[in-house]
């Protein structure tokens, strides 16, 4: 790496993955234990023009090492460098980030918290999109209030961004933002104060030929897919997502999920000193770096931990307590498997299950097809009658396997035809049900899984749920959901 001697450098890591150290002519800057989030690096000024940095990657399961990370996630974790890497010279002046909050939509009015390392500058100048810069009073710790000069407010049918520039010393920093409120109201959620209906998928950073470093193409495609299928949400499973990819649901207008590296946890790992301060620094990271997108309505956590038991009090308090205080402006959520016996339902402001009536446990009904609304509309009822009626509900999770080009007489499990007929029937009631706030279907497109013998319930080693598969081929599915969604999406 070449860079001006003399000066101190700040190296920027999107994502490596799974557990990483790095070296800068063989000195230890930094290291990082979440392969989904980014870090910084400080590196020391030198009189070398060349800089040596080394990279080292581990992707072992060691709980004790590394506990963030487990082989029993029902997704393939890829080792190495799968985001992009940043290198920046430090001058006499450093931002480091700017967090910007929308005040008054209407008025343009937002706050911008910048933080500044290095020599504190008297004032820093602030330019809205082509406009004027304007110059501003820096006080450390205390945002500042500008109104947005053309002010157009940001929604799904119109993702206007407007762009800052910030600039203090030699530095200067560069963030788009959209103009918009998300807020919750009994059992709506409401943006700009309107109420929204998701519709959308999960959807894995995942590909046989990619892994989990997808081309800026192959995003834009999926984006294109989904908008075809009438979709508006992408539930970004199970991990923070690329930020190419929140750039996209900026400009585009989708909405999204945004949560946490998380699958399945329990008493072990929810429990444990080291897991909860390495979940703490995660947590932090992800919204650290996706806090200014439009597109991000909400955050999520843990996915199907342990929430029937008792072990999970402390960690869920925490985690919704430290996202409050980061963000106060968009409302929580986790996905439960736990429908009918979650104990912390209280602690946020979304209620969400991951159900599978008709998939799992139902070897012995003769029509598993006829178990999916009643089910539905039972665990609705329970979280009602529990005192969550006043709000919002999202289907985080439904969905069932179907194998490409896998057709029988039968219309069996795991054909396409068996996955068609059970989407069409969710789907409907995800319309017809005005108790729904959102669903996010299982899933966008297969997903490679297990890396051990866990495999063997997944055909193929593949999450098969998709309705496209790995290389994004369309099942029929697919087109299931573009007739049933994509005639009234909103």
């Known amino acids: 790496m070449r860079t001006e001697p003399g000066l101190a450098l700040r190296l920027h890591f999107e994502a490596v993955s799974m557990l990483c150290r790095v070296y800068v002519d063989g000195v230890a800057v930094g290291q990082n234990d979440c392969g989904y989030t980014p870090f910084w690096c400080e590196v020391p000024p030198s009189d070398k023009a060349e800089r040596e940095v080394c990279v080292l990657v581990d992707n072992r399961f060691d709980f004790e090492r590394n506990p963030l990370h487990e082989q029993f996630f029902d997704f393939y974790l890829w080792g190495g460098i799968i ?15 700017a ?123 999926d984006l294109q897919r989904l908008r075809e299928m009438g979709c508006n949400f992408v539930r970004g499973s199970h991990y923070p997502q690329d930020q190419r990819f929140l750039d996209l649901c900026d400009e585009l207008g989708f909405l999204v999920w945004e949560e946490g590296l998380g699958w399945g946890q329990r008493e072990k790992q929810l429990t444990c000193p080291k897991f909860k301060a390495a979940h703490e620094r995660m947590m932090r990271a992800m919204v650290a770096a996706s806090f200014n997108h439009p597109s991000v309505i909400m955050w999520g956590f843990l996915n199907e931990a342990g929430t029937n038991e008792d072990y999970c009090t402390d960690i869920f308090a925490e985690t919704v307590a430290l996202l409050r205080e980061l963000d106060p402006t968009r409302p929580i959520t986790y996905a439960s498997m736990f429908a009918l016996e979650d104990k912390f339902y209280d602690l946020v402001d979304i209620i969400s299950h991951n159900l599978y009536p008709g998939w799992y446990g139902c070897e012995d009904v003769e029509k598993p097809l006829e178990l999916i609304v009643p089910h539905i509309r039972k665990c609705l009822k329970h979280i009602d009658s529990a005192g969550q009626a006043d709000k919002p509900y999202i289907l985080s999770e439904i969905g069932v396997e179907g194998l490409y080009g896998w057709r029988d007489a039968l219309d069996g499990f795991f054909t396409e035809d068996y996955q068609a007929a059970y989407l069409k029937i969710v789907c409907e009631e995800v319309m017809a049900n005005e108790r729904i706030t959102g669903c996010a279907l299982w899933h966008f497109s297969d997903a490679r899984t297990y890396a051990g013998g866990r495999a063997l319930m997944r055909p193929r080693a593949f999450n098969n749920k998709g309705v496209l598969d790995e290389y994004r081929r369309p099942k029929k599915a697919c087109h299931t959901i573009k007739e049933t969604w994509g005639k009234v999406s909103p």
């Open 83 to 97: 985001r992009s890497v940043w290198a920046h010279e430090v001058r006499s002046t450093f931002i480091e980030a």
């Open 99 to 221: 967090q910007v909050t929308v005040l008054d939509v209407d008025a343009g009015k937002v706050s911008v918290d910048v933080r500044v390392s290095g020599q504190v500058p008297e004032t820093i100048q602030i330019t809205c999109d082509e406009g004027e810069a304007q110059s501003f009073t820096y006080a450390p710790g205390q945002p500042i209030e500008l109104a947005i000069p053309g002010a157009r407010a940001w929604s799904p049918d119109s993702p206007h961004l407007h762009v800052l520039r910030i600039e203090a010393g030699e530095d200067d920093f560069v963030t788009r933002i959209g103009l918009r409120t998300i807020t919750t109201h009994k059992q709506q959620i409401l943006l700009n104060g309107e109420p929204l209906k998701l519709l959308g998928f999960n959807r894995h950073e995942s590909h046989p030929q990619f892994g989990p470093s997808q081309p800026y193409a192959l995003m834009v495609a």
